[in-house]
């Protein structure tokens, strides 16, 4: 059971224009959501997080929304840029309590076209 | 700021040999660490956890061991791969366990190819 989801696998954009990475999750114990870039034969990083307490968080280029509702968050970057270009994961945990246990996504390939 | 080291970054086994991946880390102490796994096409995967010394956990059933022999060492092994062991394996550290800021910190990854 698959209780974190991207539903696309990937997603083509043109510089200049906004990314956006779409995540669902099932289990409504998860508070706490995080981003993660990957690039080939790399580890992923961190990009940015939001606990279940906002909607909204920003950094930067990068802003993540969290509707708890429809269980449903997204990753908006703006401006993209070529070197965005890279797998995105999302993953979930209960904040506090995961321990490093996060239940990622099957992460969405990003193209950002100059 | 803490380090994870692992290697090889590539790895090419026939079915049947053994694996060992290693996994050591730098700038922190008695650190919780763990494997995870990318197969193709699929997300990260969480396959051992460790809070301490030879303390291990298992996420899944597999055809995997982990083991924790020094406190910033975490070696995953096999005695005989399969196909399906395949895949990019990556070492990890948790900051701020416990809190709800706590993220993962990844190593740069070891690409098993099991043929």
């Known amino acids: 059971d698959q209780q974190v989801k991207q539903n696309s696998p990937s997603l083509s954009v043109q510089e200049g224009r906004i990314s956006i990475l779409n995540c669902d999750y099932t289990n409504s114990m998860f508070d706490y959501f995080l981003w993660y870039k990957k690039y080939p034969a790399e580890g992923p990083t961190f990009l940015i997080s939001i606990s279940s307490i906002k909607d909204k968080n920003e950094d930067g280029r990068f802003t993540v929304f969290l509707n708890k509702s429809a269980k449903h968050l997204s990753l908006h970057i703006v401006p993209s840029q070529p070197g965005d270009s890279a797998v995105y994961f999302c993953?979930?945990?209960?904040?506090?309590?995961?321990?490093?246990?996060?239940?990622f996504g099957q992460g969405t390939i990003l193209t950002v076209h100059p | 700021s803490q380090t994870i080291h692992q290697w090889p970054a590539t790895l090419v086994q026939p079915v049947g040999s053994p694996l060992s991946l290693e996994c050591t880390v730098e700038?922190?102490?008695?650190?919780?660490l763990y494997w995870y796994r990318q197969a193709a096409g699929r997300g990260l995967q969480l396959l051992f956890y460790s809070i301490g010394i030879d303390q291990i956990s298992s996420e899944v059933p597999q055809n995997l061991s982990a083991s924790r022999p020094q406190d910033r060492q975490f070696i995953l092994s096999s005695k005989k791969l399969l196909l399906s062991d395949s895949g990019f394996y990556l070492c990890a550290l948790v900051t701020s366990p416990g809190f709800t800021n706590e993220k993962l910190f990844f190593g740069s990854g070891t690409q098993l190819s099991v043929l």
């Open positions: 700038g922190t102490s008695n650190p919780n």
């Open positions: 993953a979930a945990g209960a904040g506090g309590t995961s321990y490093g246990k996060l239940t």
